[in-house]
């Protein structure tokens, strides 16, 4: 068994059965998550780009002249453009991805429409510490960007850890650009998480579909539903499978029994208040310079500089 096997069966012989959400991201995968950001109950991706536009002028103030934009993740959103075409000056744009061929995919796209900005690709896990390229022009000063509130699909101690990542990588007078979803009305939450197409429910059962033709499982995938519900005890949206009876799954020469109605998580997806937010940005380094939010206040972006 390849160590990577042996992770999930041991995730699946957990007495809470759970999988890594980077079983997602197969070709359907990327496309159905692609479709999730343009559903109408999903308010995120809208609400997180009316925040930019609507401050993007005292964004690209904040950043001044000749910086560099490091993007955790391949880019080419509507958000990371806006940044470009209004940021003065900017060194270079560096988006870092563990796929390089979702980095190249987006680094045509950017060339393409900003042909005078340098495009500098780093293939990394951004979870763990890496080495930065030499631009043509040497910045002033180094932005992490991390948009999407994808910092909300890491536990608290991981989300931590990458924050310390981002603040080595911003150096010293760097600062950090981050989306993050807002603490609220729970049923708001619950649609964005369950929309009435089922988009979310095939992109959360997708991860079965996978796992049978990497791994050689043999999940029946119509046994399992998709179930997504906000536990505002613990502001986060718990993703799972839930099984829709007693049956048993083989993997890896291993045979993990369900019970009716036994889940596995796939995913959490964290909700903060501008508190809780703050409070981990510190244990990280960074201080909370500037934080906008939408008039309903259910998304922010923050911008973050280092504190010592
Ligand atoms: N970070 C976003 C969120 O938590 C996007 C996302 C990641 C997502 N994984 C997902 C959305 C799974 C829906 C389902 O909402």
Redesign the pocket.
């Known amino acids: 068994m390849t160590d990577e096997l042996a992770t999930i069966v041991a995730g699946l012989s957990a007495p809470q059965k759970i999988i890594s ?1 980077k079983y ?1 991201y197969d070709e359907t995968g990327s496309q159905l ?1 692609d479709e ?1 950001t343009a559903l109408p109950e ?1 308010y ?1 991706t809208d609400t997180e780009l009316d925040i930019m536009k609507q401050h993007i002028d005292e964004m690209a103030d904040l950043i001044g002249i000749e910086a560099s934009l490091i993007e955790f993740g391949a880019g080419s959103s509507m958000k990371t453009r806006l940044l470009l075409e209004h940021l003065h000056s900017p060194a270079v744009y560096v988006p870092v991805d563990i796929s390089e061929e979702h980095l190249l995919a987006s680094q045509q796209r950017t060339k393409k429409d900003f042909p005078d900005i340098e495009v500098l690709l780093v293939v990394a896990d951004f979870t763990h510490e890496f080495d930065l390229p030499d631009p043509a022009t040497t910045p002033r000063r180094n932005i992490v960007y991390f948009p ?3 910092i ?2 890491f536990e608290h101690d991981e989300a931590i850890d990458l924050l310390r990542v981002m603040y080595h990588e911003a150096g010293s007078d760097g600062a950090l650009l981050i989306g993050v ?1 807002l603490q609220k009305d729970p049923a708001v939450i619950d649609a ?2 369950n929309d009435s197409a089922g988009v ?1 429910a095939r ?2 059962l997708n991860m079965l579909d996978h796992l049978n033709r990497e791994f050689g499982a043999d999940f029946d995938v119509d046994a399992f539903r998709h179930r ?1 519900a906000y536990r505002p005890d613990e502001g986060r ?1 718990v ?1 799972e499978l839930v099984s829709a009876r007693e049956q048993v799954v083989s993997i890896g020469g291993r045979q993990i029994p369900f019970a009716r109605d036994e889940t596995i998580i796939t ?1 959490y ?1 964290h909700k903060y208040t501008l508190e809780g937010f703050a409070a981990m940005a510190e244990v990280a380094g960074f201080r909370v310079d500037r934080a906008w939010v939408d008039p309903a206040q259910w998304f922010s972006v923050q911008y973050c500089v280092r504190d010592r």
Do not use: Q
Request: hydrophobic share 40%; proline share 5%.
């Open positions: 959400p997602f998550f999730i999903y995120l999407g509130s994808t909300g699909n979803d964005a998480y979310t992109f959360n997504a949206v993703l995913e997806s």
